[in-house]
């Protein structure tokens, strides 16, 4: 089956950029996505098709897809983008997760 | 507003069986393929199973094929997951989901299945 893997956490100083990685088989030819998942709260899209912000979503989010590689970039990093983030593709006609980011500001 | 709401959960034995409802506001429900996605207790987000738009097309995945059943009626806007011979490992929060452009834009709150004797 397919995987998609994440580093288990990542942590950025407030105002820096955090990138977060999604690695597997062949992605750049899927289309990834990204959310961002606070305690408490229900997930958010926050990165679709590749690079698209949905409405809503700052600036400072953005995204890539090439190779086997998926990045979320956030740049100038808040103390409220604190959350887990999951990467998400499709593959065959199943959808797959990675297994979540935990981003911390520090 | 534009909204899904799910309903059903609750604690249930192992063996046991559960409805799940999600219903949906605010949109055009019968124009968008729908989800569930789950989350179990300090776990990450695993995809459930999906619908198409006239509910004749249907994916699961391997751990829950066999045993729950996504269903939809366009009339009431309203999505189920129809979940039988549930397991321990079942339990988590599971949310529906609206999909669109090979992502979910939309969530539940999410209802909490909890499988325990």
């Known amino acids: 089956s397919y995987e998609l893997t994440q580093p288990p956490s990542v942590s950025v100083s407030p105002g820096q950029t955090a990138s977060i990685t999604c690695s597997g088989d062949?992605?750049?030819?899927?289309?990834a996505c990204w959310y961002l998942r606070k305690p408490g709260q229900s997930p958010v899209l926050v990165i679709y098709?590749?690079?698209k912000r949905p409405s809503g979503i700052p600036e400072r989010f953005s995204g890539s897809n090439s190779g086997n590689t998926a990045t979320l970039t956030i740049s100038g990093t808040q103390a409220m983008d604190e959350a887990d983030y999951y990467c998400?593709?499709?593959?065959?006609?199943?959808?797959?997760f990675g297994a979540g980011t935990k981003l911390t500001v520090l | 507003e534009v909204q899904l709401v799910e309903s059903g959960g609750g604690l249930v034995q192992p063996g046991g069986s559960l409805r799940l409802s999600c219903a949906a506001s605010?949109?055009?429900?019968?124009?968008?393929?729908m989800h569930w996605v789950r989350q179990a207790p300090g776990k990450g987000l695993v995809w459930v199973s999906h619908?198409?738009?006239?509910?004749?097309?249907?994916t699961y995945a391997d751990s829950v094929k066999g045993r729950f059943t996504i269903s939809r009626d366009n009339a009431k806007n309203t999505l189920y997951l129809q979940m039988n011979s549930l397991r321990v490992e079942d339990t988590a929060v599971y949310y529906c989901?609206?999909?669109?452009?090979?992502?979910?834009?939309?969530w539940g709150r999410g209802t909490l299945v909890t499988v325990s004797s």
């Open positions: 098709q590749d690079t």
């Open positions: 605010g949109f055009t429900f019968s124009n968008y393929w």
């Open positions: 989901a609206r999909e669109s452009a090979d992502s979910f834009d939309l």
């Open positions: 619908i198409e738009i006239g509910g004749n097309n249907t």
């Open positions: 062949k992605l750049g030819e899927k289309h």
């Open positions: 998400q593709a499709w593959d065959s006609s199943t959808v797959v």
